[in-house]
């Protein structure tokens, strides 16, 4: 268990009775190793623990196909998602921070959009719809509503009974944190026409170059589709 993904899955699954495995650290061959013998059904994590999993030479040998992931922590982005489902993982974005608790959103694929792999694929890369007593929104810097086209962006803020109130000894952090009576994430994003956030940056990541602001997220993604890149980063 590490920072936030320690909280709230692994609450679930104790109050359920539900068996836990845990590796230790993410070592890919003993990873494989626990996925194989412990016979896991899900996890939830960051983007390279899948990615790790599939590089040792003996990966192809283990069977992925009833592993499901949630990912958190930092985008899908469509290139891992690509490779995951091609090994069979049920693989599919999620959203959050430590100050929310943590899941603020989750991917949500139905049957009916899993017969447009297109569609699938693009709604598995976004951080999903809001989780059941999430009130978000995309905002503009006087705290309007930007339209829900999937292309206007803004920040995303959010209200929801589990969040935290402010930063211990730090009030004028905690006032900005909570301005307008939201909490503010410090995430850019967008919300489709059928309420899918994605979130594209962070306030502090966003590049502006000749006028125009570029999304860091979206040029790694770019970079990552191409089959000599492993993994994308902005430094």
Not at 13 to 29: C, D, E, N, S
Not at 101 to 122: F, N
Not at 172 to 185: E, I, M, N, R, V
Request: aromatic share 6%; net charge negative.
């Amino acid at each position: 268990m590490f920072h936030v993904h320690a909280w709230g899955v692994p609450y679930v699954a104790t109050l359920l009775g539900i068996k836990q495995v845990y590796p230790g650290r993410y070592l890919p061959a003993t990873l494989l190793a626990l996925i194989a013998r412990e016979k896991v059904t899900f996890s939830h994590c960051v983007p390279t623990t899948p990615a790790h999993a599939a590089r040792p030479p003996d990966a192809a040998q283990t069977d992925l196909r009833n592993w499901k992931v949630i990912i958190g922590g930092a985008a899908l982005p469509r290139a891992l998602a690509q490779r995951a489902l091609a090994r069979g993982i049920d693989i599919f974005g999620g959203y959050g921070m430590s100050e929310t608790c943590p899941l603020l959103t989750l991917a949500q694929i139905d049957a009916e959009t899993l017969a447009g792999s297109d569609e699938a694929l693009s709604l598995r890369t976004k951080a999903g719809i809001p989780v059941p007593l999430v009130d978000l929104r995309i905002v503009d810097p006087a705290m309007k509503d930007v339209a829900h086209d999937g292309v206007a962006t803004g920040e995303v803020v959010v209200r929801a009974p589990w969040l935290t109130q402010g930063y211990l000894h730090d009030p004028d952090a905690s006032a900005t944190l909570w301005a307008g009576g939201y909490l503010h994430t410090g995430d850019i994003g967008n919300i489709d026409a059928d309420g899918y956030l994605r979130v594209t940056d962070r306030i502090k990541d966003v590049i502006k170059t000749g006028g125009e602001w570029i999304s860091s997220l979206a040029l790694e993604d770019i970079i990552a589709l191409h089959p000599a890149v492993n993994e994308a980063a902005r430094q």
